[in-house]
């Protein structure tokens, strides 16, 4: 009876924690209800809206068939018109592109020789209303008025999954149109074949941003072509395949025994052999690839967990940590091979390759993001790059489609392997990857020659010279991070000393860095430290001398000093956020946008800035201003952010800031301490533990920094570091609603 008992009682406490793991695990899930990927698709957001799952190699979402700034990623939340369903989208670029491989259903033949030159012209369009969309991790849907199909997506990650449920009664047809372009993107060489009776199978060749961009594709529907229309730009063409400039078929299906239509797609950069390998196998259980798709959103969006009354505050937050991981994008198939930029097909051994690296945006948080929550991605992202770079014996710009687009400014491939390196990330050769970085700063490409010749790019040699030098001088003190620590003294003197560029272009009359001609002595005049002109002639990238003058990352203290001290310093530097807003010039860059006073949130440039204070023994502004932007540059409307996603950097900022951290220098290994807005936030470690983050008393009021502990014990510092955080722990935060002016106040070494 004894025994009997005990085995009741055991019994009853497996079940108990059965419950209680179920219990956690539905409470884990829940989080992908917070998110809402609407954000971003209004004002300059550029993101989208589709179906695609962390990382992965396809996007297939809505397109509204326009070409405009606002539409780079396909779709705009002002919009009513759908002109298809495409494969490939960026998420919050400035330049529009991809848009690959277009699917629209429609109930009704369709003329597809006419010349299509514009939206008004496409016989498929259909409107719609946001009344009938439903957007979550994973899931797409919207009813299409003009054929009354209702359209629901998903994907896994090589795989889009199409489900079209028609009218009873109505025709069943999809278009496919590899013509379809927006923005930049032009198509040069198509190709459709019908394979068989459910496959097609075909390719894109396109330039534009990408200017060798070539994507083979391969689709198989639920239900038998029954009939198909293949058409070679005008002229309707006889047979199984079609070639051309563009290509376009429509096919038809039978409405018999069901009005649903299902759909599998799958891409390569390599072939169609290859986009077939990618194609997931087994049937066409659309709610299964769903579930499958929601799961592998709860299992990203459970490695940071967050707690707080406030609905709205998790909206911002789960939707950034969303936003955060659809870029890069896996490139590589199933079995490893892609195609570089010189047609070159190479295989990913133990890795996977990524592209859409925008790394003059994503050095600064989003890259940092993943080490904390993906490092594996990292080790892969580095690993793409090294491939990338035997290809010029030049480290990656910003790459697209494995193409080098040399978009913006910096060797920002280079920050991103110091920080990995520093973390003590592995999966890449680390002297395979210095000699990268090394080589990559000593050729003479994109104004190094000039850098290297006069310590400085001068302003009348080349434009936006201020940017050029002053990101030069932290990619250079990355790499002398990196030679230090494998023991290259020589390498280590010389990059640090080069480091110190920024030193050159300091104007100590009025505080600000200016273009100094080749003559070491002039400066560029006359000079409007509001002045903006975008991208010509002009010192500054996409901003202005105020938004630009504070990027020395790497030596803030030094900085501190040129302007003559921390009280000079931090009222100059909040001068910055009091300012008038306005911008002048004719040609104003549409990239300075989220403005408090000359502080411009909506660019990149600025994201560090709020974080300097801390670095002048005033890190109560810090905490002021960090907060006043995650207060005022972020929303849960369509319009909720403040300037472009850039690929996640927007949203990485706020994911970091919003818990009271920021890697100000990104490749430091070292995370500044903000105002943490959030009662408790947990961060789930790839190593098992968990940091833990509270804030007692936090409010929208209680915005300061009273007092702090770490693991028990008094932390008075205003930085933590990689290392104490993935040890695991607890970062106990006092806020208050008055500034404690007495805590962080330490005194500081230089960096080297």
Not at 89 to 111: C, E, Q, R, W, Y
Not at 676 to 702: H, Q, R, W, Y
């Amino acid at each position: 009876m004894k025994n009997f008992t005990l085995f009741v009682l055991l019994m009853v406490l497996l079940s108990s924690c059965k419950e209680r793991t179920n219990e956690n695990i539905q409470h884990t899930a829940s989080v992908t209800k917070f998110v809402d990927a609407f954000i971003g698709t209004g004002g300059h957001g550029h993101t989208y809206t589709g179906a695609t799952v962390p990382f992965g190699m396809l996007q297939v979402s809505p397109d509204n068939g326009i070409s405009n700034w606002d539409w780079c990623s396909g779709y705009h939340y002002s919009d009513s018109i759908i002109v298809g369903f495409s494969h490939l989208h960026l998420s919050g670029t400035g330049i529009g592109d991809l848009a690959d491989i277009l699917f629209m259903p429609v109930n009704k033949p369709v003329n597809l020789t006419i010349n299509t030159r514009f939206r008004d012209s496409l016989p498929y369009k259909s409107s719609y209303s946001h009344s009938n969309e439903k957007v979550s991790p994973g899931y797409y849907q919207v009813f299409l008025e003009d054929p009354k199909v209702n359209v629901e997506l998903t994907s896994s990650l090589r795989t889009a999954y199409h489900k079209y449920t028609f009218t009873q009664e109505d025709k069943q047809s999809v278009v496919v149109d590899l013509g379809f372009a927006i923005n930049w993107d032009k198509s040069l060489k198509t190709s459709i074949t019908v394979e068989d009776e459910y496959t097609i199978s075909g390719y894109r060749f396109s330039t534009g941003w990408a200017k060798n961009q070539k994507v083979f594709f391969v689709a198989k529907f639920s239900k038998p072509i029954t009939k198909y229309i293949l058409v070679a730009n005008q002229d309707i063409i006889d047979g199984k395949s079609v070639d051309g400039e563009r290509t376009k078929a429509q096919l038809f299906f039978n409405a018999e025994g069901s009005n649903e239509l299902l759909a599998k797609v799958a891409v390569s950069s390599v072939s169609v052999d290859n986009a077939k390998e990618n194609l997931d196998s087994g049937d066409f259980n659309f709610e299964q690839a769903k579930a499958e798709a929601e799961n592998t959103w709860d299992l990203a969006l459970s490695k940071i967990t967050v707690e707080t009354p406030v609905d709205s505050l998790k909206t911002i937050f789960y939707t950034a940590l969303y936003h955060a991981q659809l870029a890069p994008v896996t490139f590589s198939d199933k079995n490893g091979q892609f195609r570089k930029e010189n047609d070159s097909i190479v295989t990913a051994t133990n890795y996977t390759a990524y592209s859409t690296l925008s790394l003059w945006d994503t050095f600064r948080a989003e890259n940092p993001l993943l080490t904390l929550i993906a490092p594996d991605k990292t080790s892969d992202i580095i690993n793409s790059m090294l491939a990338y770079y035997s290809t010029k014996k030049i480290l990656p710009v910003w790459t697209l489609y494995a193409n080098e687009t040399n978009t913006m400014t910096g060797y920002h491939s280079i920050p991103v392997i110091v920080d990995a390196f520093k973390k003590g990330i592995k999966g890449f050769d680390a002297e395979k990857a210095y000699e990268a970085m090394e080589t990559t700063m000593m050729q003479d490409e994109r104004g190094l020659n000039l850098y290297k010749k006069y310590g400085y790019v001068p302003y009348n040699l080349l434009d936006e010279s201020v940017t050029i030098t002053l990101e030069y001088a932290f990619d250079d003190w990355c790499v002398a991070q990196m030679a230090k620590a494998l023991g290259k003294d020589d390498d280590y003197n010389y990059f640090l000393n080069r480091s110190k560029a920024y030193q050159y272009l300091f104007d100590t009359e009025t505080g600000f860095m200016r273009g100094k001609s080749d003559d070491g002595k002039s400066w560029n005049e006359p000079f409007d430290p509001k002045h903006s002109n975008h991208r010509e002639h002009t010192d500054y990238t996409e901003g202005n001398a105020w938004q630009h003058s504070w990027f020395v990352p790497h030596n803030v203290e030094n900085l501190v000093l040129l302007h003559g001290g921390n009280d000079i310093f931090t009222n100059r530097l909040e001068q910055l956020f009091t300012e008038s807003s306005e911008i002048t010039g004719d040609n104003v860059s549409a990239d300075i946008s989220g403005l408090i006073g000359q502080y411009a949130h909506g660019n990149e440039p600025s994201h560090h800035i709020a974080y300097m204070f801390n670095h002048a023994n005033k890190p109560w502004l810090t905490q002021h201003w960090v907060r006043y932007i995650l207060d005022t540059q972020y929303n849960t409307t369509p319009n909720g952010l403040s300037g472009n996603e850039d690929c996640g950097q927007m949203s990485a900022w706020y994911v970091f800031s919003s818990l009271g951290l920021y890697p100000m220098n990104p490749a430091s290994g070292e995370y500044e301490i903000g105002s943490p807005i959030f009662e408790k936030s947990t961060i789930n470690l790839p190593n098992g533990k968990t940091f833990v983050i509270e804030a007692e008393n936090v409010s929208d009021k209680n915005i300061y920094i009273k007092a702090a502990t770490l693991n028990g014990k008094e932390f008075n510092k205003t930085s933590i570091s990689h290392e104490q955080i993935i040890q695991g722990g607890v970062l106990h935060f006092v806020m208050s609603p008055k500034p404690n002016k007495n805590w962080g106040i330490i005194i500081k070494s230089n960096q080297e």
